[in-house]
């Protein structure tokens, strides 16, 4: 069956990191691109980063040089290193297929704050 599960979330100061973690099951996660979306209090959810099956990756400006994604065929799971990271990245951050989307998962908080 279809599932993505984030985790990984957490409460941070500014300046620290997180690791977030997507486990997949039932979207054929070796032949999509993947990516990680992140949705603010009140926004709409945006794509921060993408990787392809060749594991090239891209990222919004807002996070390049901070975030680092990665992808592990063998586990079905995207991951995302978060360093250096700002009260503005406070939100729920979600994986998805690209393009193609499945249904979401729950998402997993991230909280940036003093």
């Known amino acids: 069956q279809v599932q993505l599960v984030e985790s990984g979330g957490g409460l941070v100061q500014p300046g620290g990191s997180l690791r977030l973690s997507c486990a997949t099951s039932?979207?054929?996660?070796?032949?999509?691109?993947m990516g990680w979306y992140r949705q603010g209090s009140g926004k709409q959810r945006d794509l921060l980063a993408s990787i392809d099956t060749f594991s090239n990756a891209h990222y919004t400006d807002s996070v390049k040089g901070r975030f680092t994604i990665s992808r592990d065929n063998a586990k079905n799971t995207i991951y995302l290193q978060m360093t250096s990271l700002k009260v503005e990245d406070t939100a729920v951050y979600f994986c998805?297929?690209?393009?193609?989307?499945?249904?979401w998962g729950q998402g997993t908080q991230v909280t940036v704050s003093l």
């Open positions: 998805n297929r690209i393009p193609e989307p499945v249904s």
């Open positions: 039932g979207i054929n996660f070796e032949i999509y691109p």
